[in-house]
């Protein structure tokens, strides 16, 4: 079974930044769609970033796109995302997931659907 730590969430100002990292074991990331999600208490949870094993095959929600970065690093079996010009609206829970890699399904289309190994989440707060 797959398990997904996060960490790297705290307390940034508006405008800062800060990398989330998501360290796998048990299997390798090489064969996983790997996401970012995030969730405000009383809030639908929000997929902000999936992506398939290419580099370029990547989605981002609206919400973070140009601001947020996702990767992996298969050496190290974790997953990270880059934030900055972190908002007060980027205040969550973030977590992280991974689904085993199906052929031809696009990032876009895991974004919304349930992956089916999830870290325990970390908090990131964006306020002054």
């Known amino acids: 079974q797959l398990l997904l730590v996060e960490s790297g969430g705290g307390l940034v100002q508006p405008g800062g930044s800060l990398r989330l990292s998501c360290a796998a074991s048990g299997d390798s990331l090489d064969a996983y769609t790997i996401g970012w999600f995030r969730r405000v208490p009383g809030k639908e949870r929000e997929g902000i970033s999936c992506?398939?094993?290419?580099?370029?095959?990547?989605y981002y929600a609206d919400s973070v796109k140009g601001r947020f970065t996702i990767s992996r690093d298969n050496a190290a079996n974790t997953v990270y995302l880059q934030m900055n010009s972190l908002k007060s609206s980027d205040t969550a829970i973030y977590y992280c997931?991974?689904?085993?890699?199906?052929?031809?399904?696009?990032?876009?289309?895991?974004?919304?659907?349930?992956?089916?190994?999830w870290g325990q989440g970390t908090q990131v707060t964006i306020s002054s």
């Open positions: 992506a398939n094993p290419s580099d370029e095959d990547t």
């Open positions: 997931a991974a689904e085993p890699i199906r052929p031809g399904r696009p990032p876009s289309y895991s974004c919304r659907s349930s992956f089916g190994s």
